[in-house]
């Protein structure tokens, strides 16, 4: 209430200050123009009389003098007029002038010495009296004075009447004031502090959820975001500390972000993490005059981003996004998330030809289909592997600079884009521990003797200390592509690689998704998502949901996914106009033509199969292809009755383990690809051949019709395993398996 006062007394003072200032200029202004209308009526009234009394005065009429004289008197405001002779002796004079005023001889004597136009107010009593003279020549030399006397109070009197309106409109603009402020702040400061206190305190007691109420105005908007990741953060906390204590009355325990936080740091003694990918985790685009902050799709962002939030350190990866170093500073660095800075992103520039080539050309073009059996042939260009190389080393040379003052840094590699670029860093720090995680398939000795360069690619991934895969099977042909490319010594017990005296230890760690993300993403959209409000959004109607997310890949299985469901409904004809596929698809990789031809059949079969089965506001396919946001995502996971991940070959696929994350309701039914890496963890799931049409049909029946008590049951089992092991366990078990095998100093028996 006091700053209330403050502010009102503040805004009092300003007003009156203006409206003083104001009001005597105004005064002022009005004083001048008032009495020059005075002299300008008296100096005519005095020629108009000066010509009338000419002749009266050359004759010596004071009869006639007196009777002009009276006769003037009667003119408005006029109090009468005066002739004085030469010497300033009173000649004649009306009748009304009181004697003393005509008696004023110095002051008269003065004002008739100053000559014309020297006029003059004086006082008389109540009366305030203005006296204006005028010369008078006549009989050639003689000389008169004509004294006009009028009255002037009325001047006064309407200046006094400015300050009077003056006065009551200042009154009534500090009334106004003070209501209108006491409104706005009570309206815009008063009740959403009471509001943002009183939801604070329900929070702190358990008794509000983590999304804010709407507050009044949008002076509180920053705040308010700002409380709302607060309490999120509060209760994820909350809910991990009693998931914590519960399981710790089990034996076991529930891995967290501060859980992890808490594990690198006494594995790593407090030193950053340092990861390195091609694809960023945050991009900035521009929109306009704006630039936007958005998250790339794909698994391995999905899966790093939350172990850098707990973990800190540096992310260095490619800076694609057309903003991405107007945001930047002078070393290419910027903390990230942007709502929550938790780590720091060092981007790096590639030229076009060198994303043409190392990107697109040699690991998309090569790498990619050599991995992933889809019958994709690969292609090697020699001018490929070279700009391959030396982006390995421009990527070298900026992780060098980032861990340079750190002692025995952890280096995490990601993927395929980066096979040379363990040995060039060890080259440099072989203090540094390095491991490498593949998240795509590694095919047979034979498939991968097919790359021209396998040799110098094995050869780079066996300088880490630790090679990471999805599953045994992908351990067991790395290994095998060791022997056959390479002497070297393989202990096929421990599953390490002895190389120039280098040990390189081959395990598998099947990667997760943070658990409680799709939770986030639920109290980000304000409410649950409700099926026919999200259809109608589309001009659509549906009463069966399937849906399918993936980046638009030939390997993901979707040209599968979309005939499965037109053999589906040519199967059961009553789900036509019911049953729809909601398919979410992220243009990927579209300088590549083997992409473009495979994005333009698509399209064509997607646009057939809605055709033949056309009908009035529903479609077989809804085909939704943009980049979406996570919390779009998951809206979709909860609104579907089943999720089609039908890969041809995949690392692991994620787009299964984010459905499960996202069905708190235990509902839904997951329908997976037998050659997707998740299979292998997931059996609750309906596996499936995705080349065999006729079967994801039937999986798709299956998982319309299944009784709801095994849906909750096998959902239940796949949320529970996936809850214990989300990807804060994968991360502590990568880091750890690393950190261990540093610290033992682990040799290989000697044959």
Known sequence: MRITFKLIVSLIVVVVFVALVSAWFNVRQERIKLYDEVRAQSALLAESFKESIRHNLETKNRAGLQKLADKFQNQKKLEGVAVYDSAGSLISGSSSLPPELLARVPEINALIAGGDGSDRPYALGSKKIYLYPLALTFNENEKARIVLFTDISYIDYDLFKIWKRTLIRLLAQMILISLVTLFVIRWNLVDPVIQLADWMKKLRVGEADGHMPQLKGDIFAPLAREATTLASNLRAARRAAQNEARLRQNGESLWTPERLKEHIKSKMDGRPLFVVSNREPYMHIKEGKDIRTIVPAGGLVTALDPIMKAAGGTWVAHGSGEADFEVTDADNRIKVPPEEPAYNLRRVPLTKEEEDGYYYGFSNEGIWPLCHIAHVRPTFRKEDWQYYYDVNKKFAETVLEEIADVKEPCVLIQDYHFTLLPSMIKAVRPDARVAVFWHIPWPNPETFGICPWQKELVLGLLGADLIGFHTQFFCNNFLDTVDRTMESRINWEHFSVQKEGHITMVKPFPISVDFQQPDKEVKALGRKPDPKTVIKELGLRAEYIGVGVDRIDY?????????????????????????????????????????????????????????????????????????????????????????????????????????????????GVLILSRFAGASREMKDALIVNPYDIEQMADAIYYSLTMPKEEITERMTRMRQDLHENNIYKWAANLTGELMKLRMDEFKLPVA
């Not at 993901?556 to 106009?577: C, D, N, S, T």
């Not at 083997?594 to 059949?601: D, I, P, S, T, V």
């Not at 698509?602 to 057939?608: Q, Y």
Request: aromatic content about 10%; glycine content about 4%; overall charge positive.
């Open 555 to 667: 390997t993901k299985g979707i040209l599968e996914r979309v005939k499965a469901v037109e053999r589906f409904l040519e199967k059961h004809p009553e789900y036509q106009g019911k049953f729809t596929l909601m398919q979410l698809g992220a243009p990927s990789r579209t300088h590549i033509p083997q992409y473009h031809r495979f994005l333009a059949e698509l399209h064509a079969e997607v646009d057939r199969i809605n055709w033949r089965f056309k009908a009035k506001d529903w479609k077989a396919i809804v085909f939704l292809e943009k980049h979406h946001d996570h919390k779009t995502i998951t809206k979709f996971y909860k609104i579907a009755d089943t999720c089609l991940v039908t890969s041809l070959h995949d690392g692991m696929n994620l787009v299964a383990k984010e459905f499960v994350a996202a069905r708190d309701d235990n509902s």
